[in-house]
């Protein structure tokens, strides 16, 4: 079994992707073990209708979700009552996680409206999914460079929020001291879509716990098999692979809803 926490429905905006039709998408996870995705929407990185984009997100992992797919809200502080829109997703459809692109909405981890971002989500009491990128700088589309996020800043302000489950995702270094320390900061996790080099998970090892590190594939985008095939090269073991691919992601996700009126499954 696992638990996929980076996928996304919906359309790339700058082309067609293999499996960008939400039915085969489903049918690729259920094919390769993956009994849960937390699905965003690519759409919410564009889109100036962020409660549209929620909606649509939900309507679409209820009617072609086929049980796999776990809705994952966008936020986007940059917008007018974007409160409401954490409201909504908590309250009208019944999700747990949000995710936030602060380098395509405009805003850096350094502004205050981020730090009022971490105040009304912990409120909330929901889990936060922060995107450092979506693609390599080196295929943006010319006339949308967008800069990868710096991360930097996060972990002077988790003192402030010890419990607000935060997950950053696509990010390219996991090792280092860096992510070393900011696996200390807080209650802060990492998925590993995007850990690239030969031996990435047993190099990963040495900076991360296990415990903080979660299955991601960033599919469509990423080829699912990338990201299985990171076990196979590295070989773990069985006790940290499970950990890594379902446990992890299970015991975040039932720890932090727990008493919730939450509607859907992890």
Same mark, same amino acid.
């Given at each position: 079994?696992?638990?996929?926490?980076?996928v996304?429905?919906?359309?790339?905006?700058?082309r067609?992707?293999?499996?960008?039709?939400?039915?085969?998408?489903?049918?690729?996870?259920?094919?390769?073990g993956?009994v849960?995705?937390?699905?965003?929407?690519?759409d919410?990185?564009?889109?100036?209708?962020?409660a549209?984009?929620? $909606?649509?997100?939900?309507?679409e992992?209820?009617?072609?979700?086929?049980?796999?797919?776990?809705?994952?809200?966008?936020?986007?502080p940059?917008l007018?009552d974007?409160?409401? !829109?954490?409201?909504?997703?908590?309250?009208?459809?019944?999700m747990?996680i949000?995710?936030?692109?602060?380098?395509?909405?405009?805003?850096?981890?350094?502004?205050?409206?981020?730090?009022q971002? $971490?105040n009304?989500i912990?409120?909330?009491?929901?889990?936060l999914?922060?995107?450092?990128?979506?693609?390599?700088?080196?295929?943006?589309?010319?006339?949308?460079m967008?800069?990868?996020v !710096?991360?930097?800043?996060l972990?002077?302000?988790?003192?402030?929020?010890?419990?607000?489950?935060?997950? $950053?995702?696509?990010?390219?270094?996991?090792?280092?001291?860096?992510?070393?320390?900011l696996?200390?900061?807080?209650?802060?996790?990492?998925?590993?879509?995007?850990?690239?080099?030969v031996?990435?998970?047993?190099?990963?090892?040495?900076?991360?716990?296990?415990?903080?590190? $979660?299955?991601?594939?960033?599919?469509?985008?990423?080829n699912?098999?990338s990201?299985l095939?990171?076990?196979?090269?590295s070989?773990?073991g069985?006790t940290i692979?499970r950990?890594?691919?379902f446990e992890n992601?299970?015991?975040?996700?039932?720890?932090?809803?727990?008493?919730?009126?939450?509607?859907?499954?992890?």
């Amino acid at each position: 079994m696992i638990t996929d926490i980076n996928v996304n429905v919906h359309r790339w905006p700058f082309r067609r992707l293999p499996l960008d039709e939400t039915s085969k998408l489903v049918n690729k996870l259920r094919q390769n073990g993956i009994v849960t995705a937390w699905a965003g929407s690519f759409d919410g990185v564009l889109h100036q209708d962020v409660a549209a984009v929620n $909606l649509r997100t939900t309507e679409e992992c209820r009617q072609h979700g086929d049980g796999v797919l776990l809705p994952v809200g966008t936020i986007n502080p940059t917008l007018p009552d974007w409160p409401d !829109d954490v409201r909504r997703c908590r309250q009208d459809h019944g999700m747990q996680i949000v995710r936030i692109y602060p380098n395509y909405h405009g805003y850096k981890l350094t502004d205050p409206v981020f730090e009022q971002l $971490l105040n009304v989500i912990d409120e909330q009491q929901l889990i936060l999914q922060l995107v450092l990128k979506m693609e390599d700088v080196r295929t943006h589309h010319p006339l949308m460079m967008v800069p990868t996020v !710096d991360h930097a800043p996060l972990a002077k302000l988790l003192a402030d929020h010890p419990k607000l489950p935060v997950i $950053l995702m696509n990010i390219d270094r996991l090792t280092g001291p860096d992510t070393s320390a900011l696996a200390k900061a807080g209650n802060v996790y990492f998925d590993i879509s995007h850990a690239e080099q030969v031996g990435a998970l047993e190099k990963v090892l040495h900076d991360i716990p296990y415990e903080r590190l $979660l299955f991601g594939s960033h599919a469509p985008f990423f080829n699912l098999e990338s990201a299985l095939l990171k076990f196979r090269e590295s070989e773990p073991g069985d006790t940290i692979t499970r950990a890594i691919q379902f446990e992890n992601a299970t015991a975040l996700f039932k720890s932090h809803t727990a008493g919730s009126s939450a509607v859907h499954r992890p």
